[in-house]
């Protein structure tokens, strides 16, 4: 039955153009957008559960698929995350997770380390920025780090030598340091962004990060309008600790960017107001808050939310639903400028709950 059909019925003896502007209006209607999320463990939950209602409150048409980490070790993924769930992502293409917690000297193959490797998320991208009304030791942070994924000494390789003696390969190539390489400055264009850093500690380890720098070079020639620089690990610390001011956006292998990214978001509050978003090979991506899993909070109605509320907005900007997540950011930034709701780490006493439901106010 045709849609002018079905609300003629609806509306009963209304007038034509009533039924048109209706139908019009019913055709719009985005179609919802299936997207694969992970809770978590420890306050994951909680913090996904915020998410949900937040997305609900603010009408965005996605509906989760959820996956939850499995309490045996799945030998097609050598890890606790089920086969399902990954395919799930490979599926949809899209996503959001939660903490994940790996037990430390375990044996067991780390969740975050699964999910990169096989889905091939090679570029980890942590924007960096001081939240408006929220006063830290630094004003006007805006920076991005994007951070080569798949290998470096994050490679899994290691093996004892002799009784004593343990050996960890830091694996580099060029095509992974060409391809994040290729993404910093592409997202640096795109962003309006005018300078990409590459950080590295070519001095000591000449061949691997050595070969980095040259793929970055080599990627860099491709666009002139963006200044390129280098520089090394350590200085880059210092100098961020004196002046984010002087970056706009690093890019680096896997283990530097692991610490700077975490130094980046200490200048602006915290893991806990940080977003993050996994890029991977064909246009996945996989939106993420990179805090722990606070089990000494969990179940508790503590767990500040935003990171993930944060994590949840670049996923609808990768979507293209740019309005939603406008109106969603500027809800979560306003409930923190106001100070009346905040959980206990920004300085407040207001439950999860609390400052859920204040955010779904502003929207």
Not at 14 to 34: E, K, L, W
Not at 256 to 268: E, M, N, P, R, W
Request: with cysteine.
């Amino acid at each position: 039955m045709a849609l002018t059909q079905v609300l003629r019925r609806v509306l009963g003896g209304s007038g034509s153009t009533q039924i048109s502007s209706a139908a019009r209006a019913f055709s719009s209607a985005p179609s919802p957008i299936t997207a694969t999320l992970f809770p978590g463990d420890g306050i994951g939950p909680e913090i996904a559960e915020s998410v949900k209602q937040v997305f609900q409150a603010a009408e965005v048409p996605i509906e989760w698929e959820e996956h939850y980490v499995g309490n045996q070790i799945d030998p097609r993924t050598q890890s606790f995350l089920t086969w399902e769930s990954l395919e799930s992502v490979r599926r949809n293409r899209v996503g959001l997770k939660g903490p994940m917690a790996t037990p430390i000297g375990k044996g067991h193959r780390s969740l975050n380390l699964t999910l990169r490797k096989e889905l091939n998320l090679y570029a980890n991208v942590r924007p960096c920025y001081s939240l408006p009304g929220y006063k830290t030791r630094y004003d006007n942070v805006d920076l991005i780090t994007i951070r080569e994924n798949t290998e470096g000494e994050y490679s899994g390789l290691e093996h004892q030598v002799v009784r004593g003696v343990v050996e960890s390969l830091k694996i580099i190539t060029r095509q992974a340091s060409l391809r994040v390489a290729d993404y910093a400055f592409h997202y640096a264009k795109t962003h309006g962004r005018e300078r990409v850093s590459a950080i590295h500690k070519a001095n000591i380890m000449q061949k691997t990060d050595g070969l980095f720098l040259k793929s970055c070079r080599e990627v860099a020639e491709k666009y002139p309008e963006i200044t390129y620089e280098e520089v090394v690990i350590d200085n880059c610390c210092m100098m961020l600790v004196k002046n984010p001011a002087l970056f706009d956006v690093l890019v680096m292998p896997n283990l530097y960017g692991d610490i700077i990214s975490d130094l980046c978001a200490g200048l602006v509050g915290g893991l806990g107001l940080t977003p993050s978003c996994n890029i991977g090979e064909g246009g996945i991506a996989l939106a993420e808050a990179v805090h722990g899993s606070a089990p000494d909070i969990a179940g508790k109605n503590l767990a500040n939310p935003t990171a993930l509320l944060l994590s949840a907005v670049t996923m609808l900007r990768h979507l293209e639903l740019y309005d939603k997540a406008e109106r969603i950011q500027n809800a979560i930034l306003k409930t923190i400028a106001e100070g009346k709701y905040r959980t206990a780490d920004l300085g407040g006493s207001s439950t999860t709950t609390d400052f859920t439901k204040a955010i779904c106010s502003h929207l």
